[in-house]
């Protein structure tokens, strides 16, 4: 664990966009590598379209049939979703799915909720892709629902009706593992709507791929809201996304970074460098209050990197 330097440890766990280039077996590998290295858990994102210029090849992967099969092939790390689109499912039936996903696991589920944004990958496959502001209508309505169905009693019945979506007599079943449900993730950069249904329904807010700067801006603008809402900070969860680059020299390092066509002048500004830059960057973030960080892995075909990562920053922290 990373020591974080307001006394809490940080987690590391990594981060996969499958989108721009991996099938499910390699998917699998790495996962498998995120367990036998000792990182916290394997979150992917939920696209269906390679986002930029380059080989879309092998083409897309579905997120939720990718958790469901990792669920019953690794056992320890923490599944997720980094985030899932609220465009892409109906909230009913991703209730479902999301519960039996947790129980298939053995309760190790994080269901990690956004409001779409890459209009592209809606136009390509059908979907339909709503202006902005109903798309946060729509996410807080699944919100409701999501929440709503999973902490609905024994034997009763859960109705909604709301400006997209309604639900009459929803059987609350099945149950997950995680009781009342398993622990869901907001994030965003917005000032206004983002933290407000943060403090109202997450147990995590996470910060992408922003500067410290801004994420600590982000941070105390959620703490905020939590206290309008009247609830404690300190109950939600704060984490961070960052590109991760590391090697062990200059050459390894920009070999890494050739590799993910990232340019290293951009990356040394999230998690790059060799190991104890990493580090060090690592508690930057901590610093801020981040409990959790999501090592965005690029190349998935690397595993040597996950193996440097795992060697060399994990054992040289508190």
Same mark, same amino acid.
């Given at each position: 664990?990373?020591?974080?330097?307001?006394?809490?440890?940080?987690?590391?766990?990594?981060?996969?966009?499958?989108?721009?280039?991996?099938?499910?077996?390699?998917?699998?590998?790495?996962?498998?590598?995120?367990?036998?290295?000792?990182?916290?858990?394997?979150?992917?994102?939920?696209?269906?379209?390679?986002?930029?210029?380059?080989?879309?090849?092998?083409?897309?992967?579905?997120?939720?049939?990718?958790?469901?099969?990792?669920?019953?092939?690794?056992?320890?790390?923490?599944?997720?979703?980094? +985030?899932?689109?609220?465009?892409?499912?109906?909230?009913?039936?991703?209730?479902?799915?999301?519960?039996?996903?947790?129980?298939?696991?053995?309760?190790?589920?994080?269901?990690?909720?956004?409001?779409?944004?890459?209009?592209?990958?809606?136009?390509?496959?059908?979907?339909?892709?709503?202006?902005?502001?109903?798309?946060?209508?729509?996410?807080?309505?699944?919100?409701?629902?999501?929440?709503?169905?999973?902490?609905?009693?024994?034997?009763?019945?859960?109705?909604?009706?709301?400006?997209?979506?309604?639900?009459?007599?929803?059987?609350?079943?099945?149950?997950?593992?995680?009781?009342?449900?398993?622990?869901?993730?907001?994030?965003?950069?917005?000032?206004?709507?983002?933290?407000?249904?943060?403090?109202?329904?997450?147990?995590?807010?996470?910060?992408?791929?922003?500067?410290?700067?801004?994420?600590?801006?982000?941070?105390?603008?959620?703490?905020?809201?939590?206290?309008?809402?009247?609830?404690?900070?300190?109950?939600?969860?704060?984490?961070?996304?960052?590109?991760?680059?590391?090697?062990?020299?200059?050459?390894?390092?920009?070999?890494?970074?050739?590799?993910?066509?990232?340019?290293?002048?951009?990356?040394?500004?999230?998690?790059?460098?060799?190991?104890?830059?990493?580090?060090?960057?690592?508690?930057?973030?901590?610093?801020?209050?981040?409990?959790?960080?999501?090592?965005? +892995?690029?190349?998935?075909?690397?595993?040597?990197?996950?193996?440097?990562?795992?060697?060399?920053?994990?054992?040289?922290?508190?």
């Amino acid at each position: 664990m990373i020591r974080a330097l307001r006394g809490s440890t940080v987690q590391l766990r990594i981060f996969t966009e499958p989108q721009q280039g991996a099938d499910y077996d390699t998917l699998l590998a790495v996962a498998k590598a995120t367990e036998e290295l000792g990182f916290d858990a394997f979150f992917r994102s939920d696209h269906y379209l390679r986002i930029g210029a380059g080989d879309p090849g092998p083409g897309p992967t579905d997120a939720w049939a990718t958790l469901a099969a990792l669920a019953r092939e690794t056992e320890r790390v923490r599944l997720g979703t980094l +985030v899932s689109s609220a465009t892409f499912r109906l909230p009913g039936p991703l209730a479902v799915t999301a519960a039996q996903v947790d129980r298939m696991s053995g309760g190790r589920l994080e269901l990690g909720l956004g409001t779409g944004w890459y209009e592209a990958e809606h136009v390509t496959h059908g979907i339909p892709f709503p202006p902005v502001g109903e798309r946060f209508e729509r996410l807080e309505e699944q919100l409701e629902i999501l929440t709503g169905l999973w902490r609905t009693p024994d034997g009763e019945r859960f109705s909604f009706r709301g400006r997209h979506y309604a639900l009459e007599g929803c059987p609350p079943l099945p149950r997950p593992a995680q009781r009342p449900h398993p622990p869901i993730i907001l994030g965003g950069a917005g000032p206004r709507r983002t933290p407000r249904l943060a403090a109202r329904f997450a147990d995590e807010f996470n910060v992408a791929f922003r500067s410290v700067e801004e994420t600590g801006a982000q941070f105390e603008r959620v703490r905020d809201a939590c206290r309008e809402a009247g609830r404690d900070p300190a109950e939600l969860t704060l984490s961070v996304a960052q590109t991760v680059c590391c090697g062990r020299d200059e050459d390894e390092l920009e070999r890494r970074a050739a590799a993910i066509g990232q340019d290293r002048d951009r990356l040394v500004r999230g998690l790059a460098g060799r190991p104890d830059q990493v580090v060090g960057r690592l508690q930057v973030f901590g610093a801020l209050g981040a409990t959790r960080v999501y090592l965005q +892995v690029l190349d998935l075909h690397d595993l040597d990197h996950l193996e440097l990562l795992a060697a060399e920053v994990l054992p040289r922290v508190p």
